[in-house]
């Protein structure tokens, strides 16, 4: 063999070395959690930490008995489903809009939110939802939300829209189609795969997003990440319900990025990036 | 086709278009310009402790200069952001480089190293808080294995910034790598086919070639995370509410207590209003730098 093959074979080691290294790095904490979630409460804070031990489900249980936890759950739901929603129905039209005209200020006043600190929203809002007694409705939590889920929806659509060759819409208006008809019966057809990604994209940022509903959400409205406070509150000792609450929160947006990571990387990025 | 019917029909278009995008652009300014207006107006505005309102000038303002926390908080977050900028971009191009030459990547891999940037960054706060407890923690486990001393992790005023800084990178150093990963992928292979001919080292390759390529993809990933890095809030309200003492209190976190735990809505709003000013501030001295780097 000749020393360059050899060379060759032993940078390939090194760099295989390394992708393991990064990926015990970046998977032992979550590993750590969903098995700390398993361990009977005797077992979760045993030291030295137990790796081996008898799988149970007791925390979960505890969790659901313990704490409203499924009716936080719906609550999250029905926030992240309500802004998602909202978010697509304003931002389809809106990157159609801005992909066909190249008149970009609407989009880039929607990135707005993705700069400024949450607080400076909130605290406005704060005041004027307190005024016509809207803290704690889902309907403000929605609103709040839907901040989060539409400059997303247009960032992801804006470059799929742009794909779509000019020559498509300009036969069709030719043919007598108004524009709403085009974006509704020939491009939201064609970029169908980009509205999937961008409504996985915005479900799981709303989904995550915690300082809105710390302040806008009351008890019967909290979602489940602003109730993760009182988990821990209540868990100092009880670890294992901790984590179980820590599993189960994480375990949506996890399940659904794993479905479309293959188009994730340049729509998280909001076209910054072609990936 | 006459002149006038085709002006009519591109301003039927054009209406048409605008009508598109008003729901959009009417939302943002209800949900977002007209409340940043009004941040502005309470800005100036003095609520007492009986929650009564009136005008105060530029009170806050010099309030602002003259409040310990605030130069404290101004000084957690700069030392967290270019900590965890730091450490996000290093580990992220290094991490780019093993991915880029490991060539083929199975589905599986890429979820399993989008996973922590994409659970919910409370998750990451609660996971963290029990694998770093100074007495029971896992972490402390693995250092005394190694020979190492513990550490007292976020309960340490000395160590809760690094560890914070710890804990956003090992959620972020991904997205950092998968950013580059991308900027790898676009660049031209025929320059790394003139330096294989010239002979050149794989580190010197890396330094003279992909690395200067690299820099407008580098710049972008680092405008991305400076605009979450500088507002960091979740994982610290999660673990250590700016604490322990006010070891960890970002004017983020800083302006959030003043506003919602003590009501200090106007003197808040002065506070946030400076920290945006900040963030937009890093965000255009960064675009610039794209500027110049860009090739």
């Known amino acids: ?275 | 086709m006459s002149d006038a019917a085709a002006t009519l029909a591109q301003d039927r278009q054009k209406l048409e278009m605008s009508a598109l995008s008003a729901p959009a652009v009417i939302f943002t300014v209800a949900m977002i310009a007209f409340p940043v207006v009004y941040t502005v107006w309470l800005g100036f505005q003095n609520f007492s402790s009986t929650g009564k309102q009136s005008f105060a000038g530029l009170a806050n303002y010099s309030k602002l200069v003259s409040d310990y926390e605030f130069w404290h908080g101004l000084w957690v977050t700069i030392a967290l952001y270019v900590l965890s900028l730091v450490l996000q971009l290093v580990f992220g191009v290094w991490l780019a480089l093993v991915l880029f030459h490991a060539k083929r990547l199975p589905g599986i891999v890429r979820s399993l190293f989008i996973s922590p940037f994409m659970m919910p960054p409370v998750v990451a706060g609660m996971m963290w808080l029990v694998i770093l407890d100074p007495s029971l923690g896992a972490a402390n486990y693995v250092l005394q294995t190694f020979g190492l001393p513990p550490s007292d992790w976020l309960a340490s005023p000395t160590w809760v910034i690094p560890t914070v800084a710890l804990i956003d990178s090992w959620q972020w150093t991904p997205y950092v790598a998968l950013i580059v990963l991308g900027g790898l992928q676009s660049l031209p292979p025929s320059v790394y086919e003139a330096a294989q001919i010239d002979g050149a080292s794989p580190f010197k390759t890396f330094q003279r070639i992909t690395l200067p390529l690299l820099l407008p993809t580098i710049v972008t990933a680092a405008i991305l995370r400076s605009v979450d890095l500088l507002r960091f809030f979740d994982i610290i309200y999660i673990t250590t509410q700016g604490g322990p003492g006010n070891a960890s209190n970002t004017l983020n976190i800083y302006g959030f207590r003043v506003g919602f735990e003590f009501f200090n809505i106007g003197y808040a709003s002065a506070l946030m209003l400076t920290l945006t000013a900040i963030v937009f501030g890093a965000v255009l001295a960064f675009n610039r730098l794209r500027g110049a780097v860009a090739w």
């Open chain 1, 1 to 275: 063999m000749t020393d360059a093959a050899n060379t060759d074979r032993w940078i390939r080691w090194l760099n295989l070395v390394q992708l393991v290294l990064a990926g015990i790095i970046i998977m032992a904490p979550t590993v750590w959690m969903v098995l700390s979630s398993f361990k009977p409460s005797f077992e979760v804070t045993a030291y030295p930490p137990a790796l081996i031990f008898t799988p149970t489900l007791e925390n979960y249980v505890e969790l659901t008995r313990t704490t409203p936890f499924l009716s936080y759950a719906l609550n999250s739901l029905i926030v992240t489903v309500g802004s998602t929603a909202l978010g697509l129905l304003f931002g389809i039209p809106a990157a159609f809009a801005v992909s066909w005209t190249r008149i970009s200020w609407p989009a880039i006043l929607t990135l707005a939110a993705r700069m400024a600190p949450g607080t400076l929203f909130l605290l406005p809002w704060y005041v004027m939802f307190r005024q016509v007694g809207m803290i704690g409705s889902y309907t403000a939590l929605i609103l709040s939300h839907a901040v989060i889920t539409l400059p997303i929806v247009i960032w992801v659509l804006l470059p799929s829209f742009d794909g779509i060759p000019r020559s498509v819409f300009e036969a069709a208006q030719v043919d007598g189609c108004s524009v709403t008809r085009i974006l509704w019966r020939i491009a939201l057809p064609l970029v169908a795969s980009g509205v999937a990604v961008s409504a996985i994209l915005a479900f799981v940022f709303s989904w995550n997003y915690f300082l809105f509903a710390l302040v806008l959400s009351n008890g019967d409205t909290k979602t489940l990440i602003a109730a993760a406070f009182n988990f821990i509150g209540e868990g100092s000792t009880q670890w294992g319900a901790l984590m179980a609450a820590a599993t189960l929160i994480a375990l949506p947006p996890l399940v659904l990025a794993a479905l479309v990571q293959r188009w994730l990387v340049s729509g998280l990025t909001l076209g910054a990036v072609k990936g």
